[in-house]
Protein backbone atom coordinates (compact mmCIF):
# COMPACT_ATOMS: atom_id res chain seq x y z
CA UNK A 1 0.00 0.00 0.00
CA UNK A 2 1.32 3.73 -0.67
CA UNK A 3 -0.11 5.95 2.44
CA UNK A 4 0.83 8.91 4.43
CA UNK A 5 -0.72 9.32 7.71
CA UNK A 6 -0.85 12.48 9.46
CA UNK A 7 -2.24 11.50 12.74
CA UNK A 8 -2.38 15.21 14.51
CA UNK A 9 -5.04 16.69 12.70
CA UNK A 10 -5.06 19.90 14.15
CA UNK A 11 -2.38 21.47 17.13
CA UNK A 12 -2.39 25.04 19.02
CA UNK A 13 0.26 26.94 20.02
CA UNK A 14 1.37 29.73 21.51
CA UNK A 15 3.42 32.18 19.50
CA UNK A 16 7.34 31.06 19.87
CA UNK A 17 6.67 27.35 20.60
CA UNK A 18 8.26 25.33 18.89
CA UNK A 19 6.17 22.45 17.24
CA UNK A 20 6.73 19.65 15.57
CA UNK A 21 4.33 18.02 12.77
CA UNK A 22 4.43 14.17 11.94
CA UNK A 23 4.33 12.09 8.96
CA UNK A 24 4.25 8.62 8.86
CA UNK A 25 4.35 6.88 5.34
CA UNK A 26 4.14 3.33 3.58
CA UNK A 27 5.37 2.28 0.44
CA UNK A 28 6.47 -0.65 -1.69
CA UNK A 29 9.11 1.62 -3.63
CA UNK A 30 12.94 1.42 -2.38
CA UNK A 31 13.13 4.70 -4.44
CA UNK A 32 10.54 7.38 -3.36
CA UNK A 33 10.34 11.30 -3.21
CA UNK A 34 8.92 13.14 0.17
CA UNK A 35 7.12 16.48 -0.01
CA UNK A 36 5.80 19.22 2.45
CA UNK A 37 3.03 21.59 1.18
CA UNK A 38 2.07 24.45 3.07
CA UNK A 39 -1.66 25.61 2.45
CA UNK A 40 -2.44 28.78 4.20
CA UNK A 41 -6.27 30.34 4.87
CA UNK A 42 -6.05 31.81 1.44
CA UNK A 43 -6.52 28.42 0.07
CA UNK A 44 -3.57 28.21 -2.43
CA UNK A 45 -0.47 25.46 -1.79
CA UNK A 46 3.19 26.17 -1.21
CA UNK A 47 5.93 23.53 -1.86
CA UNK A 48 7.92 23.55 1.07
CA UNK A 49 10.54 20.84 0.55
CA UNK A 50 11.37 17.47 -1.28
CA UNK A 51 13.64 15.02 0.45
CA UNK A 52 14.45 11.90 -1.92
CA UNK A 53 14.75 8.19 -0.08
CA UNK A 54 18.44 8.48 -0.40
CA UNK A 55 18.59 11.41 1.13
CA UNK A 56 18.56 10.96 4.67
CA UNK A 57 20.14 13.98 6.55
CA UNK A 58 18.34 15.94 8.23
CA UNK A 59 17.37 19.97 6.28
CA UNK A 60 17.28 23.48 7.94
CA UNK A 61 15.88 26.27 6.00
CA UNK A 62 15.28 28.91 8.75
CA UNK A 63 12.85 28.27 11.22
CA UNK A 64 12.13 25.29 9.23
CA UNK A 65 13.40 21.84 10.03
CA UNK A 66 13.10 18.52 8.80
CA UNK A 67 14.03 14.80 10.16
CA UNK A 68 13.58 11.81 8.05
CA UNK A 69 14.52 8.55 8.82
CA UNK A 70 13.64 5.71 6.96
CA UNK A 71 13.88 3.09 9.55
CA UNK A 72 10.63 4.16 11.30
CA UNK A 73 9.37 5.44 7.74
CA UNK A 74 8.86 9.21 8.99
CA UNK A 75 9.58 12.61 7.92
CA UNK A 76 8.87 14.78 10.09
CA UNK A 77 8.53 18.93 10.10
CA UNK A 78 9.19 21.31 12.81
CA UNK A 79 8.66 25.05 13.46
CA UNK A 80 11.22 27.02 15.63
CA UNK A 81 9.43 30.08 17.57
CA UNK A 82 6.48 29.24 15.60
CA UNK A 83 5.01 32.51 14.34
CA UNK A 84 0.86 33.93 13.42
CA UNK A 85 2.02 33.59 10.16
CA UNK A 86 2.55 29.75 10.30
CA UNK A 87 -1.18 29.27 10.69
CA UNK A 88 -2.06 26.82 8.52
CA UNK A 89 -3.12 23.25 7.09
CA UNK A 90 0.49 21.33 6.20
CA UNK A 91 0.35 18.18 4.35
CA UNK A 92 3.02 15.50 3.77
CA UNK A 93 2.77 13.77 0.46
CA UNK A 94 4.74 10.87 -1.37
CA UNK A 95 5.79 9.96 -4.95
CA UNK A 96 6.44 6.48 -4.95
CA UNK A 97 9.15 5.91 -7.67
CA UNK A 98 7.22 2.68 -9.22
CA UNK A 99 3.95 4.77 -10.21
CA UNK A 100 4.24 5.97 -13.68
CA UNK A 101 1.93 8.82 -13.13
CA UNK A 102 4.83 10.47 -10.31
CA UNK A 103 1.14 11.40 -8.29
CA UNK A 104 1.59 12.74 -5.40
CA UNK A 105 -0.02 10.82 -2.54
CA UNK A 106 -1.26 13.31 0.30
CA UNK A 107 -1.98 12.69 4.19
CA UNK A 108 -4.84 14.43 5.30
CA UNK A 109 -3.12 17.31 6.72
CA UNK A 110 -2.09 18.80 10.33
CA UNK A 111 -4.08 22.20 11.26
CA UNK A 112 -1.35 24.32 12.97
CA UNK A 113 -3.06 26.93 14.60
CA UNK A 114 -0.82 29.73 16.33
CA UNK A 115 -2.24 32.10 18.82
CA UNK A 116 -0.45 35.67 19.85
CA UNK B 1 5.48 34.51 -14.80
CA UNK B 2 1.46 33.21 -13.93
CA UNK B 3 2.85 29.93 -13.18
CA UNK B 4 -0.63 27.60 -13.23
CA UNK B 5 -3.66 29.35 -13.76
CA UNK B 6 -7.32 27.73 -13.14
CA UNK B 7 -10.21 29.25 -14.12
CA UNK B 8 -12.96 30.01 -12.73
CA UNK B 9 -12.00 30.57 -8.89
CA UNK B 10 -15.96 29.83 -7.53
CA UNK B 11 -18.64 28.15 -9.46
CA UNK B 12 -21.95 27.09 -8.15
CA UNK B 13 -23.75 24.54 -10.43
CA UNK B 14 -27.45 22.77 -9.86
CA UNK B 15 -27.38 19.18 -9.96
CA UNK B 16 -27.14 17.54 -13.94
CA UNK B 17 -25.02 20.59 -15.17
CA UNK B 18 -22.24 20.54 -16.94
CA UNK B 19 -19.03 22.64 -17.12
CA UNK B 20 -15.58 22.40 -17.94
CA UNK B 21 -12.50 23.88 -15.20
CA UNK B 22 -9.50 25.25 -17.07
CA UNK B 23 -5.82 24.47 -16.03
CA UNK B 24 -3.22 26.56 -17.88
CA UNK B 25 0.21 26.76 -17.25
CA UNK B 26 3.26 28.45 -18.55
CA UNK B 27 5.87 26.61 -17.84
CA UNK B 28 6.23 24.37 -20.35
CA UNK B 29 6.01 21.06 -18.32
CA UNK B 30 4.67 18.04 -19.65
CA UNK B 31 2.87 16.66 -16.58
CA UNK B 32 -0.36 18.06 -15.82
CA UNK B 33 -2.72 16.93 -13.33
CA UNK B 34 -6.28 17.24 -11.59
CA UNK B 35 -6.68 16.81 -7.52
CA UNK B 36 -9.63 17.33 -5.58
CA UNK B 37 -9.22 18.75 -1.60
CA UNK B 38 -12.16 16.96 0.85
CA UNK B 39 -12.61 18.26 4.16
CA UNK B 40 -10.61 16.08 6.31
CA UNK B 41 -9.31 13.68 3.35
CA UNK B 42 -5.90 15.43 2.02
CA UNK B 43 -5.67 15.96 -1.49
CA UNK B 44 -6.59 13.07 -4.19
CA UNK B 45 -5.67 12.33 -7.70
CA UNK B 46 -8.90 12.49 -10.53
CA UNK B 47 -6.76 12.49 -13.47
CA UNK B 48 -3.45 13.32 -14.93
CA UNK B 49 -1.50 13.77 -18.33
CA UNK B 50 1.86 12.54 -19.53
CA UNK B 51 2.16 14.63 -22.20
CA UNK B 52 0.14 16.65 -25.12
CA UNK B 53 -2.65 14.49 -26.38
CA UNK B 54 -2.52 11.82 -23.31
CA UNK B 55 -4.74 11.64 -20.45
CA UNK B 56 -4.90 8.95 -17.58
CA UNK B 57 -7.24 7.97 -14.54
CA UNK B 58 -6.52 8.61 -11.38
CA UNK B 59 -7.42 7.83 -7.90
CA UNK B 60 -11.25 8.82 -7.91
CA UNK B 61 -11.94 9.36 -11.98
CA UNK B 62 -15.52 9.08 -11.98
CA UNK B 63 -17.78 11.39 -13.01
CA UNK B 64 -15.25 13.28 -14.43
CA UNK B 65 -13.52 13.11 -17.86
CA UNK B 66 -10.84 15.17 -18.92
CA UNK B 67 -8.84 16.79 -22.10
CA UNK B 68 -4.82 17.75 -23.25
CA UNK B 69 -5.39 18.89 -26.60
CA UNK B 70 -2.27 21.88 -25.73
CA UNK B 71 0.74 20.87 -23.92
CA UNK B 72 0.03 24.23 -21.93
CA UNK B 73 -3.77 23.86 -21.02
CA UNK B 74 -5.33 20.76 -18.81
CA UNK B 75 -9.11 20.80 -18.67
CA UNK B 76 -11.74 18.71 -16.66
CA UNK B 77 -15.16 18.70 -17.51
CA UNK B 78 -18.34 17.31 -15.25
CA UNK B 79 -20.87 15.89 -17.86
CA UNK B 80 -23.72 16.13 -15.42
CA UNK B 81 -22.50 17.35 -11.79
CA UNK B 82 -23.57 15.55 -8.63
CA UNK B 83 -24.03 16.81 -5.06
CA UNK B 84 -20.71 14.59 -4.41
CA UNK B 85 -18.61 16.79 -6.78
CA UNK B 86 -18.83 19.82 -4.47
CA UNK B 87 -15.06 20.58 -3.26
CA UNK B 88 -12.19 22.45 -4.32
CA UNK B 89 -10.29 21.30 -7.15
CA UNK B 90 -6.39 21.80 -7.26
CA UNK B 91 -4.35 21.63 -11.07
CA UNK B 92 -1.22 21.06 -10.55
CA UNK B 93 2.38 20.68 -13.34
CA UNK B 94 5.72 19.29 -13.37
CA UNK B 95 8.67 19.94 -16.05
CA UNK B 96 8.87 16.07 -16.13
CA UNK B 97 8.03 12.88 -13.82
CA UNK B 98 11.55 11.70 -13.63
CA UNK B 99 12.21 13.49 -10.76
CA UNK B 100 13.63 16.74 -11.46
CA UNK B 101 14.24 19.02 -9.32
CA UNK B 102 11.12 20.73 -9.89
CA UNK B 103 8.47 19.91 -7.40
CA UNK B 104 4.65 19.89 -8.44
CA UNK B 105 3.37 23.45 -9.01
CA UNK B 106 -0.08 23.80 -7.96
CA UNK B 107 -2.86 27.09 -9.51
CA UNK B 108 -4.81 28.81 -6.44
CA UNK B 109 -7.97 26.52 -6.60
CA UNK B 110 -11.22 26.29 -7.95
CA UNK B 111 -14.25 25.96 -5.30
CA UNK B 112 -16.87 24.30 -6.86
CA UNK B 113 -20.37 23.54 -5.14
CA UNK B 114 -22.96 21.34 -6.13
CA UNK B 115 -26.71 21.93 -5.27
Known amino acids: AQKVTQAQTEISVVEKEDVTLDCVYE???????LFWYKQPPSGELVFLIRRNSFDEQNEISGRYSWNFQKSTSSFNFTITASQVVDSAVYFC?????????????FGSGTRLLVRP | NAGVTQTPKFRVLKTGQSMTLLCAQD?????MYWYRQDPGMGLRLIHY???????AKGEVPDGYNVSRLKKQNFLLGLESAAPSQTSVYFC??????????????FGDGTRLSIL
Open chain 2, 92 to 105: ASSLDGQFSNQPQH
Open chain 2, 49 to 55: SVGEGTT
Open chain 1, 93 to 105: ALTPRMDSSYKLI
Open chain 2, 27 to 31: MNHEY
Open chain 1, 27 to 33: TRDTTYY
